[in-house]
Structure formats: C-alpha cells, structure tokens
C-alpha cells in the first residue's frame, strides 16, 4: 500500500504543502527522496582547528544565557580531557536548566585555538559512537521532521516497493531488496549498509538501461539480407598491396555479417589514429556496391572529404563522384546520383540537400560521427532505402559508455595497427626550452622528411604562439621556401594549393592549426609539433599526433607549453593508446562531452557512475542478455 503522505503522523498541512512544493506527494515519493549526504557521530580525541569535530566534555561551571539582537544561547566552561576550554551555544538557551555541573556533554561544532572556544549549536546527551544521521535537503522541512516521518512510514509499512529486478537475480548476485535498499538508506547502521544500498540501486539503473536499449533495438527496421558478391570482395582483398592485420579482418567480417542479418544495421568502427579504418569501410561499402546498391560516405570537413575521395577511387573500381562546396556541375553530379550512375558518393554536409537524390541508397558511412549534429546524421540516413550505417571515429569511446549508450549500436574495435608502424615518441617541451624542438625539424628536412607545426589560433592575443608569432620563430631557424601556411581564414582553393604544395615538396613545415587534425594523411611526416599545447583538449592533441606514424619510418610529437606540470601533457607522453587516453577523458570530463554524439532521451542515474562502475554496468549488460531470455 502506498498513502498520501497527509495519512502519515507527525506530517501536518504545513509540512504536507512543503513537500507538494517539491512534487513530494505520497509516502513512496519521500522514501525515494535520498539524503544530501551523511552526519557521522564520531569521538574526536584531539581539537582539531577549524573542523566539524564531536567531542565529549565535562560541565565546569553553571551556563549563562546571552542574548543579542538577532541570536542568543548560553556560555559556559568545560573540560575537555585535562583543557579547560570556553564553549558558546547558539539558539539552545532553553537548556540552561538541564546542563548540571559535572555532567558529560557531547558537542558538535569547531574549535578556535586563538580564543580557546568552541561554538556549536548540537548538544546531546547520549552519543551512540559510529551512529549514522542522514541530512536531506527539502527546502522548508528540517531533516528531524523528515527522519521522524519516514520513520512512521516505514514502521507502520505504509509503501508498496516493487523490484524491477528478475527475484533470481537478485538471489544470485545476493543484491538487497529494492525497498530494503531504500530502507538502509534512510536508516543505516553503517557506512557498508549505505555502500550496499548503492550499489543495489546502480545496479538496478544499469540494468533498466540494458532494457530500455534492447526494447528500441527490437524496433529496428527489417528489411532483406544484402546479397553481396562474397568472390568479388575475397578478389578485393587479394588485391590489396598489404595484408589486413587480425583485427581489420575481425572488423571486416562483422560487417558482412550485418549484411547477412534481416534488420537495418548500426556499426560504430573504432579505431585509433593510423589504424587503418578506411580500407574497412571501403571493403564494406564495396560489399554494398556488389549488391546493387548505392552508398554515401559523408565526412565533416572538404578536405577530408577529398582524401577519402582520392584514397578510394585508387582502391575501388566502382563508380565515385565528389560532392562538396567546391564541387562543379553540381547538376550533372545530382543527376548521375539520382540515375545510380554513381555507386560511391562522397561528400560533406552538401550530401543532405533535397537536391540529392539516390536511385538505391542501402549503406551509409559517417567518419567522425562526432562532428555532426544528430539531425544531420538523421537526415542523410532517412535518404537510404536500407538504412545499414556504419560510424567510423577515431576517438575511442570509454568502456562504459560503449557498454552502455552504446548498445542499441554494434561496437567494433580495430586495436592494431600495420606491422611496420612505430609508436610516435611524445616529449613535453617547456616553452622556455622551445629552442629544442628545432633540431628534429631541420634533421627531418635533411632527410626529406615533412613537418607540422600546429598553433591553436591564427592571431589571438590569448595565446603565447598564433600563426603569425610562430611562423616569425620559424623563420630565424629554417629557409622561407619550406614554410607552407594554411588557416581557416584562406578561401578553400587556397587551403588546398598549399596542402598539395606541402605534399608535392621534398621536404617542408607545414604551419597551421588544427583544421589538419583529420583529412591529412601524409606517409614521409615524422614530427609533429603543438605550440601552446595546454590550450588543446586531450582527444585533440591524440588526434594531431596521429598526423604522423603513418609509415615505417620513426616520428616524434613535441608538445611545448608554458605549464610547468599539466597533468593531460604528462599521460599523453606516457601512453599512445587511445582508449587509455578516453578513459582518463572522461575522469577528467565527465560523461557529458562523449554523450553528446548520442541522442537525448535516455533515463537520468541518481546512483550509476561511469568513471567508475565499470564493472558494474559490464555485469548488467550480461545479466541483462541471461535473463531476458527466461
């Protein structure tokens, strides 16, 4: 049975509209209001300055009640051990008469070693050492008032608590009850019952969201399996000047067991900077391709959009058309994709127009899915007849948001990178020590190597290096002639001019800021360097180091900064992996920053913490698929 709380004694009309002021309307409603946080009764055997500190003190002298214009209290001396100490009691001088001389006390408040006092409002005259109190934060309603009636509430077991959870697994995990699990939270005997209660309820929150995610997955569309040309796909990759490591093949074939499935598809791709993530879309859209259909791959900025469009048309014999801003014939490129003389079209945002439409869209690629709004990956999706999507990021999604907001999605990991890559060497540089850094680059120049040095804005006055400061230091150092400049203020034409120009050269330094962090991939660049680097987020600065390791030869990463010890610099020289680096993001960060590539809409979590309850939610998940099959 659960009542109103006007039903519960001790609960008056009062109190009755505080609580209605804050949507508290029935018993069940206040048991699932949680306690701010908790009151430990616990001895101090030593006064500690400045501190909330229980002591236990012996009565000295008879308390004298002050009163000023705004507060009174009492006044009296006690004994602490063998210190006599003054003590001040605010807003209690109704207990003049019942503190005796001689008497034990207990005290809550701080001590003032200067003026040998101690102020507190909290007398009492029992203490139970360990005992716990909740404090609760409902405006208007003092935290006795509400432990008393919750108290009614629960002695008189006036709520009904439902378990969300299946009753064997609760049994099998040895987890409380829902409704004990409340219990122990407004009335614990330790800090284990508040802890076991806690995680009681996380595991509960995450076990609701493993449900929540398989009820949208079973909504999915169906649609026929691909019927994808298998000997033509196995030709492709013999073909291939390299041999795919384990984990592309992994990656390669979970794709086409998607194509075999019934239901539309959602694969997110992870892979790590260099890993090798487009020649495993390009074998999946390929696979499409075989079956007749047409396939979009859409990439968040031109020049990345140009890269896939050169790299694939070197590795598919399939038909491609580019479609950007800059694209010309824009009329003749809508009508070839409209009459499916086009199978691979690549584009950015320009992909969403209604202008283009497709003959027989059936697979669509989204690189760095991150960097679209989710209505713009919704609307080149709906143009698809079969709406099989594949994510490609090369920002590593922590464990637990995977596990979790990533469920109704297929998660595919490439973790391996080409046999002849070297993990690029990682320096934190000291601006003051910024001399350094020139003897790579001219021994890279020297051996016809390439060069990036990235600034974090083209002429700020916020920061120590722009465009403009760092291309006048590079100058005293290098020849004009290998300094190529890009920036986002220069027309596109211009950007790519100098980007081709950088590639074509023996040998060179390309300034520039981090519109190079993706759709760059030159093989002969060993050295990066970031000036200002504390100015860059940890996944950012990851990303603009795998702008070189993209061959056999040995490369460095410099990141320079006037910090004398920033944490994010020191674990990015320590590591190169990627998903130890997007854990520590999101310790650092929260969830919010990764969650914001999902839709909203999901539940809120009063109790689940995914920096970490890892365990937790990865032991949810499993349960989840175990019991909803009984």
């Known amino acids: 049975m659960t009542l109103g709380l006007d039903k519960v004694k001790g609960c008056g009309p009062a109190t009755l509209q505080k609580f209605r002021n804050q949507n508290i309307w029935s018993t069940y409603d206040l048991l699932l209001v949680l306690p701010k946080k908790y009151q430990v009764f616990k001895l101090n055997d030593t006064l500690v300055q400045n501190e909330d500190i229980y002591i236990k003190v012996n009565v000295y002298e ?14 009296f001396k006690a004994y602490f051990k063998q210190l006599l100490i003054n003590v001040t009691v605010f807003q209690r001088a109704y207990l003049e008469e019942k503190i005796q001389v001689g008497m034990d006390i207990y005290l809550y408040g701080k001590y003032e070693k200067k003026t040998n006092n101690f102020n507190t409002q909290s007398i009492l005259f029992e203490f139970i050492d360990g005992a716990i109190k909740p404090i609760y934060d409902i405006d208007g309603v003092k935290d006795y008032l509400v432990i008393n009636i919750l108290n009614e509430i629960i002695d008189n077991k006036m709520v009904n608590v439902f378990e969300l959870l299946p009753d064997r697994l609760v049994h099998e995990k040895k987890l409380l009850g829902r409704y004990d699990a409340y219990v122990s939270l407004h009335r614990p005997k330790s800090m284990y019952d508040i802890e076991r209660a806690k995680n009681r309820l996380k595991y509960e929150e995450a076990y609701l969201l493993q449900k929540e995610l398989h009820e949208k997955a079973l909504k999915k569309e169906h649609r026929k399996p691909k019927p994808y040309d298998i000997d033509k796909v196995k030709d492709l990759i013999n073909k291939l000047p390299f041999e795919l490591t384990q984990s592309q093949k992994t990656v390669v074939n979970e794709i086409f067991m998607d194509f075999k499935n019934d239901y539309v598809s959602y694969r997110l791709i992870q892979g790590d900077v260099g890993s090798g993530k487009t020649i495993v879309a390009a074998l999946g859209i390929y696979g499409a391709i075989t079956a007749g259909e047409q396939v979009a791959l859409m990439a968040p900025t031109e020049m990345l959009a140009r890269q896939h469009f050169e790299t694939l048309s070197k590795i598919l014999d399939v038909r491609i058309a580019l479609l950007t801003s800059q694209t010309k014939n824009k009329k003749d490129v809508y009508e070839q994709i409209s009459y499916h003389d086009v199978d691979l079209v690549i584009g950015t945002h320009a992909l969403i127009q209604d202008k283009v439409q497709f003959n027989n869209l059936g697979l669509i690629v989204i690189d760095e899915q991150h960097k679209f709004g989710v209505r713009t990956r919704a609307e080149i999706i709906n143009k698809a ?200 993001d999101l310790k650092m960060r929260g969830p919010g920053s990764f969650l914001g590539m999902r839709q909203s809409g999901h539940m809120q979590f009063k109790f689940l913490d995914f920096v970490n309850d890892f365990d937790i939610i990865k032991d949810a998940k499993l349960a989840f698929q175990k019991y909803r099959l009984r």
Request: proline content about 4%.
């Open 385 to 584: 007849v079969d709406k099989d999507v594949l994510y490609l990021t090369a920002t590593p999604i922590p464990r637990t948001l995977a596990l979790s907001y990533f469920s109704d999605t297929s998660i595919s990991i490439i973790n391996e990178k080409p046999q002849d890559r070297k993990p690029v060497l990682t320096s934190y540089v000291l601006e003051t020590d910024r001399h350094i850094i020139i003897e790579p680059i001219k021994k890279a120049l020297e051996k016809e190597e390439k060069v990036y040095v990235v600034v974090p804005a083209i002429e700020s006055d916020n920061v120590r290096y722009n465009i403009q400061t760092t291309y006048e230091f590079l100058q005293q150092y290098v020849n004009k002639d290998e300094l190529y400049v890009v920036h986002g203020k220069l027309d596109n034409k211009t950007q790519e001019e100098v980007i081709e120009n950088f590639i074509q050269a023996k040998s060179g330094i390309l300034l520039s800021t981090t519109m190079i962090e993706v759709g760059i991939d030159v093989p002969r660049a060993t050295v990066m360097v970031i000036m200002d680097a504390h100015h860059f987020g940890l996944s950012q600065l990851h990303q603009l180091r795998g702008r070189v390791g993209r061959s056999s030869l040995q490369s460095y990463c410099y990141l320079v900064s006037n910090k004398e010890d920033n944490e994010r610099l020191n674990i990015l020289t320590a590591t190169y992996d990627g998903f130890i680096l997007s854990d520590y």
């Open 62 to 75: 008879e308390p004298k009640v002050f009163k000023g214009k705004k507060i009174s209290g009492l006044k």
